[in-house]
């Protein structure tokens, strides 16, 4: 019956599925069109070169940087930040924030300096850090951390706080004991919550990155943007963005691709 | 308190299948419920279960029915010790309980098997819990999906199975543990008239084999007399025993059981008790 369907109807059918070819199809015309809008503009001059460079030259920047192997370099030094202050920041928000959502008591004291701290700018810390802890690669990722740990920790929380009660209840007729239920039954059940939260925070991991590095450090993908605007040059910033683009898409697969290994049974 | 005893509509069967036992004077039921009650949010808050007793012996099938809000679920949790009572005893075999146990297993009215186990490992969650090594509890967990028909989905997750399925598989996980006490709260509930006869088939089948002591709640009389061996009638809010009627209906029970003038009879006595109830409320 579904493909008898017009197409438009389909379409335009709240939650309704569309073809496979055409999803693909829409995500490559998408990136034709914005490419070739940049083409268009950067070639007909309506902005000067000098602030909107070409996408051929933000490629030859490209390739410059790949062959004299700093992209590589200065790439494998934001990734180790990246994924220093995430795994780091992880590793405590997962557990901490189990016991958040799973304990009242937990929950009480910790709430409310967490909802506090996690709306603090952390751009703000970044000259207090510097300052506490120089300019190091601890700095870069401290920030990291800060910017993503409470997050981490409130919404890890608010997933374990949503597994049924009749979940638990089940578990304890069959013998489970009180203190093992969070790691029997509350950590598996919020699990697939769980590798979602950890996708979305990476991203803004990445973001808080170029923030990091933008002030104190002497290598990563922020600090040759800030090198390449003092020299103007503006195609090498672009293709700094794109790499971290490019960075950032590929963690967002590397976890949609966990979650289905890891907790095959919350299959989307 | 009412008492009406029907009397077999049909042969009697060639061997009495579990010849209910007079417990000798001095020794406790299996599970005993005494004077149990139950008030929600403080001293102040819903009176949801007063002053309730009751006795369920060993290998007896106890229904609870009552109107809907009325307590059943909640003097159930009280039973399962998942609610913390505001007076009264529990007790299985003459033993205090005061938190749940894996000796008082329950089928909830809700879907509660692990999503992230597969149906197998689901049924063999109790007995690992237990400590019972691999083999055994593999053992097991094929007996009990057999007992409910399941065998050949041991791999899938709960996710792949049907409403009526899972409730299946959630009665193995319950009875794989060996409960001395098995509490059902409307188990059947959410299922359609058809999936409900085909599980009450298999809930007679699968009690006559195990004897497990139920005490399973529902507001469908019909369901009441089919299953139990007794009835308890709940008042309306707060949840009281109006009446207990005992059902001698020989077993094995066949579903067309429900036909027979006797079974009506009962019936349309548990409804006038449970009418009185609803229309007193309005
Ligand atoms: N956690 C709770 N807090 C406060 N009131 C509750 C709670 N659970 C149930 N109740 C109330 O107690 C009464 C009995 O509920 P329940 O035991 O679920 O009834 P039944 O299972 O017979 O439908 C209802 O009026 C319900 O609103
Ligand atoms: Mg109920």
Redesign the pocket.
Known sequence: MSSRRAPWTRMTTPFRDISRRAVISAGIIVWVMVVAAWWIISHTNVVPAMFLPSPEKVGAAGVRLLSDGSLIVHTLASLEVVMLGFAISSIVAIPVGLWMGSYRAVQAVLEPLVNFVRYLPVTAFVPLLILWIGIGIQQRVSVIILGTFFQQVVMIADSARAVPRDLVNAAYTLGTKRSKVVWHVIFPAALPEILDTLRVTLGWAWSYLVVAELVAASSGLGYITIKAMRGFQVDVIFMAIATIGVLGLLSDLFFRFLRARVAPWAHR | MTELSASSPVEPAPIALFPRQHRPLGTPARLAIEHVTLR??GPD??L??DDVSIDVEQNEFCVIV??????????L?LAAGL?ELTSGDIRVDGHLVSEPGPDRGMVFQGYTLFPWLTVRQNVEYGPKRKGIGKAERRAIAERFLAEVGLGQFADVFPSQLSGGMKQRVALARALANDPSVLFM??PFGALDSQTRGTMQKLLLRVWEHTQKTVLF?T?DIDEAILLGDRVVV?TA?P?RIKAEIKVDFARPRAMDLVLEPEFIALKRHILGLLHDEIDEEH
């Open positions: 929600y949010g808050g819903t949801a279960v009552g109107p809907s809000g009325c307590g059943k679920s909640s003097l949790y609610t709260d409307e709640v507001h709940m809010r949840g």
